[in-house]
């Protein structure tokens, strides 16, 4: 009984772990400008702030960026 009563909090302390870390986001638009605005607006629905990993340009831009909670002090 112990064991499943140990697995269920590790379980549970390791989602609520993953909930605080970064999220990747990817945008798609015609200009780099357009794919950052995408993002942005993203991020500040979510409350977060974003840091623009990479992005491509096949036809159409293509961008990743990392959302990550906003430090409040």
């Keep these: ?5 140990y ?4 379980t549970i302390l390791s989602l609520l772990s993953f909930s605080t870390m970064a999220q ?3 945008a798609v638009d ?5 794919a950052e605005e995408k993002i ?9 702030s974003y840091e623009i990993l990479g992005a491509s340009f096949k036809n159409r831009v293509y961008m ?3 959302l990550t909670p906003v430090n409040k002090k």
């Design 40 to 48: 942005s607006t993203l991020a500040a629905k979510e409350g977060k």
């Design 30 to 34: 015609s200009t780099i400008e357009g």
């Design 7 to 10: 697995l269920t909090a590790a």
């Design 1 to 5: 009984m112990n064991k499943i009563y």
């Design 64 to 66: 990743t960026a990392e």
């Design 24 to 26: 990747t986001v990817t």
